[in-house]
């Protein structure tokens, strides 16, 4: 048909993607500025927090809906992400934030997004008092709360590790567990410790708007596991340049239906569009999984050796792919390893083949890090910040993101399961190492910055 | 690419049988949506028909007619697709 130029190929395997891959825009998150609604007064902080962000994102579930409907596409969440709070909150003298959080909480149910990010502080170099109170009003926060979400960056590239606040940060896992124990210590789910954390991520839980971006902004998060663990599939022939090419172009592909969708919400919105974030980010649904497209290059089983050199390549062409089919890719790009998230890799995990130490390696190559991982509700506060410390650790040496999201699910032993529902999952609860690490973490203070030379 | 377009390429895949062209055009017809261009092949057993359909004058969004299009898909033993025309711009041409 010369009117559109397209072969009917190009089109059935457009129409397949969509239809039968699970392809899907996961996320369009409205960054938004709360710099100006700091105030003396806690409460009216959050008062002037909640009514900027509805006045702001009235029409962005609308909007939503509205593409979505014209473009056949299916985009999973609205969401919205802030200004990290301790920087709103401590012109106050307030002790704790956690009035801040229910306003949060209520203008994301008010403006219907399922999530709101940025209850959160950067302390890689140090804690100021705002950014201590928030910390300490986390647990509580984070229980009395359903949509927010809270990050906090413990370390740098530039910066080092601050070990005097990973050391707290597993204190304050264990109390968002004990505040949740009731619901398997979900507010562990909600809560992310970053190394080297990025300023435009749109995906949850550790999107915030950072201080560097405008008043407002629209970023896209795209998916689509299950289009390119299909593009696989139908290769199992291919050599592994043939095989990158191949997830290169389908990265591609997912990420242009990410750029039509961001350009279209922010002409709508009236605001500016800010990146895509290209990383393959997988659901519970059955085929929309990162361990089976391991799996399908040709691993028994995600975990086994192989895995590492296998989910490098993949993270690598998705990027290539994906860096070529947007103006502005940013985020956290690449492909994430989920365990509650991801149908393969609760599998794997169930199996034993999967086991903490492997992700850790995992990690070391593709985007973000030790994800949703539960862990025994016993494992003591020094173990958790330990585990976060490695994940700086790697994320600080290789110049990268790394982040931390464990629950250590209360009452909950290895092989036991934590039930959160929805996009959350499940996750099986995975073995640590009995050793302590109480007196490496209680020493405190920071690993400094690394040489940014002689790189070996 | 602006937003203006208001165009869509329906597929229409299945088994080859009488009246496939007739009774999809038909549904097209009755929402107001006007055909631009058509072709149809054969890609291995499959008979592939593609529409391209302009929705300026329709009486329905594009929801509503996809969904009497999948009811028509049903009632032929086909499979029948709508969506919009810059999805495919984007994906295959930059």
Do not use: W
């Not at chain 1, 994320?395 to 039930?419: H, S």
């Amino acid at each position: 048909m010369r009117s559109v130029h397209f072969e009917p190929e190009e089109i059935l395997e457009t129409v397949k993607m969509v239809q039968m891959e699970n392809l899907d825009i996961r996320t369009i998150t409205m960054g938004i500025s709360l710099r100006d609604c700091a105030h003396p007064e806690l409460a009216q902080a959050a008062q002037r927090a909640y009514e900027k962000i509805c006045r702001y994102a009235e029409k962005l579930v609308s909007v939503g809906d509205a593409l979505e409907r014209e473009y056949g596409i299916p985009i999973i969440n609205r969401r919205i992400s802030v200004t990290p709070i301790a920087l709103v909150a401590e012109s106050s003298a307030a002790e704790r934030y956690v009035v801040m959080a229910q306003a949060l909480d209520r203008a994301a149910a008010a403006v219907g997004v399922n999530f709101i990010g940025g209850f959160s502080a950067l302390v890689e170099k140090g804690l100021t008092f705002g950014d201590r109170k928030l910390i300490d009003s986390l647990p509580e926060a984070l229980a009395v709360t359903e949509r927010v979400c809270a990050s906090i960056n413990v370390a740098s590239t530039r910066a080092g590790i601050n070990m005097t606040a990973v050391g707290r940060m597993g204190e304050i896992i264990l109390e968002c567990a004990q505040a949740t124990a009731a619901r398997d210590g979900i507010a562990c789910a909600k809560l992310v410790v970053f190394c080297n954390a990025v300023e435009d991520n749109p995906f949850m839980a550790g999107a915030f708007h950072g201080i560097g971006e405008p008043e407002c902004v629209i970023n896209v998060g795209v998916s689509g596991p299950g289009a390119v663990l299909s593009a696989v599939r139908r290769a199992p022939q291919a050599d592994l340049g043939e095989l990158a090419a191949i997830i290169k172009r389908t990265a591609f592909k997912i990420t242009r239906m990410g750029e039509l969708i961001g350009r279209r919400a922010s002409d709508r919105l009236g605001v500016p569009f800010g990146i895509v974030d290209l990383s393959l980010a997988p659901t519970p649904a059955q085929g929309d999984s990162v361990a089976q497209i391991l799996e399908a290059m040709g691993l028994e089983r995600v975990g086994t050796h192989g895995s590492t050199a296998a989910l490098a390549m993949l993270n690598d062409a998705v990027k290539k792919g994906g860096a070529m089919a947007s103006s502005h890719v940013g985020g956290l790009s690449g492909a994430f390893i989920p365990v509650s998230e991801d149908i393969g890799m609760i599998e794997a995990a169930q199996a034993g083949t999967l086991t903490l130490d492997k992700l850790e390696a995992m990690t070391c190559v593709c985007s973000v890090g030790l994800d949703m991982i539960a862990v025994p509700g016993d494992t003591p506060a020094a173990t958790l910040a330990a585990i976060i410390a490695d994940e700086a650790a790697i994320g600080m040496i290789n110049r990268k993101t790394t982040a931390v999201r464990l629950i250590p699910a209360p009452g909950k032993q290895v092989g036991d399961f934590v039930e959160f529902g929805g996009l959350l999952g499940r996750a099986p609860v995975m073995a640590v190492h009995r050793q302590s690490s109480q007196d490496f973490v209680r020493r405190g203070g920071r690993i400094p910055a690394p040489i940014q030379a002689l790189n070996n | 690419m602006s937003d203006k377009s208001n165009r869509i390429i329906v597929t229409v895949v299945g088994h080859d049988r009488t009246g496939i062209i007739a009774e999809t055009s038909r549904v097209l017809a009755d929402a107001g949506v006007n055909i631009v261009d058509i072709s149809q092949t054969l890609l291995g057993e499959f008979f592939v028909m593609i529409l391209l359909a302009d929705l300026t004058q329709a009486t329905l969004g594009l929801e509503a007619l996809k969904g009497q299009l999948h009811a028509k898909a049903e009632q032929l033993g086909l499979r029948i697709d709508a969506q919009h025309e810059d999805v495919f711009k984007f994906m295959h041409r930059v």
